[in-house]
Structures are given as structure tokens and as C-alpha cells.
């Protein structure tokens, strides 16, 4: 082999960078999210797994609606139970705590949606 | 032809991947963990395997392709980057090469006008597409590691943030997404629009592009058409680096193990095919070396050392007799020998 001196440095290197997850990682896990669950309902909006996918199309479309084009506050679910279409006055009547359930998922996909750039933060405890 | 057979096979796979995934039962676990291992254990060992067999091959010869003006006189001025003479140089031809691409930069294009005339331009749109191509395909891979990360590194965070600068929709359209559909976009037509290129294409050139166009189209459709579920993505992803088997497969879109088995055959051709580039950029030997043939005397490492040099004086030496008999010409006449000049005389 020739070029030792530079060829296995280099290698070593690459090695090192394209196994980066491995040993960033390496001994555990991490913490999983565990949403909190709101205990004063049974349905959200839209069936769990469609909110666990879409959730941020819908409240985009909230907003546009709402905001830009006049459109109604009040929703209705499948089987006829009225919400507001709201994040704070909506979503959050029933998930109170952004800490505890918005950002349990948002922090472990190191998502930052821009939401409370407008809204104001609801003060948490803790 | 060449592009209909390439676009075929990855059209397959990807019908392999969702058919496997929807029938096969434990088809989630093979596409999902079992075979993405064995392709990264497969990139790992095959890629280190054919540096080690690069570095194992001896270039015995300076060949620097030279760009410019070489060293020479003081009065003449070197071009020290395209034509370099030192280390110093040779690391600033590197730099530009691996980080901006230069020789696609100084790529010309040669066209025949009335007269006939022969016209030469720059032509610069290769270097361009090429380089939002690459750039893109970087940052897109380093924003995955969110998947393969947890706590995620502030790199990641950072590339998220200046991706979905724009905040166009939910969730925010990143930039690197729309340049790398457009560049492998026109790669692609590149090679089939212009017939000299048409001409020379290969489907080991079709074939990645198919195959990372797919991997690029299922990705924008998970995010922004199909949505899937990321948390139990990122469990399977996370799991897979972290040894943890435990996620919830069944919850997990087929079209996510479509973009992973298209990723899991990328990584596995990659060794073996022109991709490699990525290594062999910085081994190829027209770019790495110093153009110094006329200062150091290199030598080759498999002369036998027991062969001495020699001399054309003493080849000479050896063959004077037989070359002055051929009428070849001597730089050292033959001694005259008495012996021989009396008898001539005698005759």
C-alpha cells in the first residue's frame, strides 16, 4: 500500500463520520415521548392516527380559513361534538400543557413549528 | 433502451419493497431492519476494501494533468493552482476540486459556426447543477441524522432552521428539496438531450439517477403529500443505530419502507459502482500530485536494484564494432588497429 500515512488517516476519518449515529448513541436509546393524554375527552378532531400525521396541515388550513378568509371558528367532529377551531381556545382546552404534550413529540423529531411566534405562550409551572 | 432498462429496475424495486412489505409476512422486519444493516455493513467494508485496493496500485509516474503554466524560469509566471509544484499548491488544487468543483468550472464547450468556424465557449451549467446537486444531497443527509439522533445535535437543528427558512406551509417546504429534484432533474435530461452525451451514457450512469430521483420523490411525498408517522419512523431509525427493536412496524407507512429499500440499495451499490468518486476523488492521481518532475528525481518503486544504470557511453562501448559495421553513426570512432589496416594494404 502506498500513501500510508495519508490513506488510513483518511479512512479512519470517513469511517468515523458515516458511523457518527453509532457511537452518538452508542449505550442507549433516549427518552421516547410520551404525550400526555387529556383526561376531560375521549376524540380529538380528527382520528389519532390522521392527527398524529397531519395535525400541522390542519391547523394551517385553520388558519388560512379563519384568518384569511373569513371562515368559521366552530367545527364539528364525526359524531357531532362542537370545538372551536383554535390552538389555544381549541387543542389546548383539552391538551393544557404545551410542555407536556406538543413538545414530548416536537423535541424528539427536533421539530420547531413557528407557532408561538404569534401566539402567546401559555405560562406553565415547572 | 439503456434509460427504459434503468428506470425498469427501479420500478421494480420499489414494487419489490411495497409488495414485500404489504404481503410478506415479517416483511417490515427484513426491509425495515435486517436488510438496511446488511447494506451499511456491505458500504462500510467493500468501500474501505477498494481504497485499500487503489492505495495497493503504484502510480510510478508524475501525471498532474497541467492546466496552466508550469514552473519554470523566474521571469515566467506559474500558474500555481491549475499547474502546482509544491504541497502547498497541490492541497489548494484539492480544496477547489472536492469543495467547488473546479474542473467542471473550466469545462468548454466546442461549436462549429458558418464558415466553417470552430468556436469555443464556457460552459458552465454542469458545474452549477452538479454543484447545487451535491451540496443539497449533503445537507439533506446530514438533516436525516435528526432520525438517527436523539438527543438531536445542534448541527441538525441549525440545517432545519435554514432549510425551512421560507416557512411556506405545514410542515415548511425545505429549500434542499426543491434544488435536488431540479438538479437530478437536470442531470438527467442532460444526458438524454444532448446526443453526444446520449451517446456515451451508460445504464450504470441511468441507474443512480433513477434511483436517487426515486429516493428524493418518495421522501417529498412522505412529507409533504403522504404524511407518515415520524415518531414511530424515528423509533425504528433510532433503533436500528441504537441496537433497540422494538418499534411499532406495523404502524409505519409502506411508502416509508419504499424510500428505505431504495436508500438500502444505494448504499449497497455504492462500493461497486461509478458513486465511488466519492473516494476516489481524492485519490486520483492527476490531481493530487505535484507537477515536480524537473526538480525531484522520482523513482520507480519496482526497479530491481540490481540492475545498474547504463550509460548510452558504455552501450556504446558494447556495440561499437557492430554499429560502425551497420554504418550507424559513433560518437567515438574505432581505435585503428594495425593488424587490420596492413593487410588491406596488401591487397
Not at chain 2, 426515486?214 to 433510532?238: E, N, Q
Request: aromatic share 14%; glycine share 6%.
Amino acid at each position: 500500500m502506498y500513501d500510508k500515512d495519508k490513506i488510513i488517516p483518511g479512512l479512519i476519518v470517513f469511517v468515523g463520520l458515516v458511523t457518527f449515529p453509532l457511537w452518538y448513541g452508542f449505550g442507549g436509546g433516549g427518552k421516547l415521548p410520551v404525550p400526555e393524554k387529556p383526561t376531560n375527552s375521549k376524540e380529538c378532531v380528527m382520528p389519532t392516527a390522521e392527527m398524529r400525521t397531519s395535525h400541522m396541515v390542519m391547523l394551517n388550513q385553520w388558519r388560512d380559513d379563519i384568518v384569511r378568509m373569513g371562515g368559521a371558528r366552530l367545527g364539528q367532529t364525526a359524531d357531532g361534538t362542537q370545538y372551536i377551531r383554535s390552538l389555544q381556545k381549541g387543542c389546548m382546552k383539552c391538551h393544557t400543557s404545551k410542555k407536556k404534550f406538543c413538545d414530548e413529540c416536537h423535541t424528539y423529531a427536533a421539530v420547531n413549528p413557528y407557532c408561538w411566534d404569534c401566539h402567546i405562550q401559555p405560562k406553565e409551572a415547572n | 433502451m439503456r434509460v427504459l432498462y434503468s428506470l425498469a429496475i427501479v420500478l421494480a424495486l420499489m414494487l419489490l419493497a411495497y409488495t414485500g412489505v404489504e404481503v410478506l409476512p415479517g416483511g417490515r422486519t427484513l426491509f425495515g431492519v435486517v436488510l438496511p444493516w446488511l447494506a451499511f455493513v456491505t458500504f462500510l467494508f467493500f468501500f474501505v476494501a477498494k481504497i485499500v485496493d487503489w492505495a495497493k496500485s503504484p502510480v510510478p509516474f508524475r501525471i498532474p494533468t497541467t492546466c496552466g503554466q508550469e514552473n519554470s524560469l523566474p521571469w515566467i509566471k506559474q500558474n500555481k493552482l491549475d499547474c502546482p509544484s509544491t504541497t502547498a499548491g497541490v492541497w489548494g488544487r484539492m480544496f477547489l476540486e472536492i469543495f467547488l468543483f473546479r474542473s467542471l468550472f473550466r469545462n468548454t464547450r466546442a461549436e462549429i459556426h458558418e464558415g466553417p468556424k470552430l468556436v469555443y465557449g464556457s460552459s458552465k451549467y454542469l458545474w452549477l447543477f452538479g454543484l447545487m446537486f451535491h451540496y443539497s444531497f449533503l445537507v439533506i443527509v446530514l438533516r436525516h441524522m435528526r432520525l438517527f439522533t436523539n438527543p438531536v445535535p445542534f448541527f441538525v437543528h441549525a440545517l432545519e432552521f435554514g432549510d425551512g427558512f421560507l416557512q411556506v406551509g405545514a410542515p415548511p417546504i425545505y429549500i434542499t428539496d426543491l434544488v435536488f429534484l431540479g438538479a437530478v432533474t437536470f442531470l438527467f435530461l442532460r444526458r438524454v438531450v444532448l446526443p453526444a452525451i446520449r451517446y456515451i451514457s451508460l445504464p450504470a450512469d441511468y441507474f443512480p439517477l433513477f434511483l436517487i430521483f426515486g429516493i428524493g420523490l418518495t421522501g417529498v411525498a412522505m412529507r409533504y403529500f403522504f404524511r407518515v408517522d415520524v415518531i414511530s419512523i424515528k423509533t425504528l431509525t433510532h433503533g436500528l443505530v441504537t441496537f433497540q427493536f422494538s418499534a411499532p412496524l406495523e404502524s409505519i407507512s409502506s411508502l416509508f419502507f419504499v424510500h428505505l429499500f431504495l436508500v438500502t440499495t444505494l448504499m449497497a451499490y455504492f462500493p461497486f459502482s461509478k458513486l465511488m468518486h466519492l473516494g476516489g476523488v481524492f485519490l486520483s492521481p492527476t490531481r493530487n500530485m505535484a507537477n515536480n518532475s524537473r526538480m525531484v528525481r522520482h523513482i520507480n518503486p519496482w526497479n530491481d536494484p540490481s540492475i545498474k544504470p547504463h550509460s548510452y557511453a558504455a552501450y556504446e562501448d558494447d556495440f561499437r564494432e557492430f554499429m560502425v559495421e551497420a554504418g550507424l553513426p559513433v560518437e567515438k570512432e574505432l581505435e585503428p588497429k594495425a593488424d587490420e589496416n596492413a593487410p588491406a594494404a596488401s591487397e
